[in-house]
């Protein structure tokens, strides 16, 4: 096993660790509170942005742990595994939390930052996400956290490698945010073109319910005993669908199907699909056109968008209609639903669009708009690529952090990992 650097020491949580204590603030009905949630904490900042004032007696059942100044949380369930904070001398006092681990280092061992930057790291982030159990909200529990090993120096030594670290994401994040910005800014301009364009209209344009001039058709429910990560066939889901509207591969993540296959469910390519179930936020009347004939499969809660004869129809063109703002905020309007919300061939058939009566037209308009969609996936595929490259930079940072190569002096000898 690789060494560390002498004066290093490896230890569970557990060990550096102070017992934290819980409250039931509802005991206390008429005392005031600060209850922080998990999506008080930025995923971008990773700090503390909101908190609510409560009295005991609108407490969550579960809003029991105690945190105090200093404290690290760390959340628990998988969506939110990286909503990781300090909390700030301003939460002070009886602040309770729920969905998170409260981490309370013996300031005589641990150096809370330390532990913070620590929590980041690939190899603690990878154990946390295996260990994940349970169905609905996949979680860790306290015994994985508290069992996991943390290697660190004497507490001067530990100080120095935070300032590194500190200094060093300062200028990555700064470099991470300006890139966010412009992946957005390259997203907004797009849209602000394509709401544009449906907006205008034109010479020739002409307002019509959906379901006069198409059909949507329900998928067909394959039987999840027979998806399988390898396969001649996918089966698409709402994730196959970019948030904004598109062909979504999903890689490791794809389904493909060994069981019997009705013909009517091959999809081609060219066919138009919309998700008609909001299985991620955003999702929900997302459109996508398959990029391949016989490879893809039309699921359950995906509707299948074709034209009815008569109709003069450009896919691309109805592809980018359904992905305007006024398109989905109409199908936002026709879901219903409380834990997942979902739409109809039928509601979705009420909703009015316009577009141009001539073919003619309507590939003007797609062409242009197939155009500067292809130069904006260039951009954010750019922009990906670098915001990817910037976190590796932050791995790679913190794996010499706590493997002692941030520190360690030429020729000092090594002491084996305990």
Known sequence: MRGLPEGWQTKPLKDVLQKTGSIDPRKNPDDGFEYIDVSSISRKTFSIEKTSSLKGKEAPCRARRQVRTGDVLFATIRPTLQRIAIVPEVLNGEVCSTGYFVLRPKEEVINNKFLYHFLFTETFMSAMESKQKGASYPAVNNGDVQEQLIPFPPLPEQKRIVTILDKAFAGIDQVIANTDKNLANARDVFESYLNGVFTRKGAGWVDKKVGDICSIKHGFAFKSKFFSNEGEHIVLTPGS???????????????????????????????????????????????????????????????LVQRKDGTVWDNHFFHHQFNTQYFRNSVQETASGLKVRHTSPKKLADISISFPTKLSAQKKVSAQLNKMESETQLLESIYKKKLTALAELKQSILHKAFTGELTQPPKQKRAEVQ
Not at 250 to 271: C, S, V
Not at 284 to 295: A, K, M, Q
Request: aromatic share 12%; hydrophobic share 35%.
């Open 241 to 303: 669908f970019y948030e904004k509207g598109g062909f979504r591969d999903r890689g490791k993540k794809t389904k493909y199907y060994l069981g019997e296959i009705p013909d009517a469910f091959i999809l081609n390519k060219g066919d138009f699909l919309i998700a008609m179930t909001e299985q991620a936020a955003g999702l929900l009347g997302s459109s996508l056109i398959v990029p391949e004939s016989n490879r893809f499969l039309h699921n359950q809660r995906l509707g």
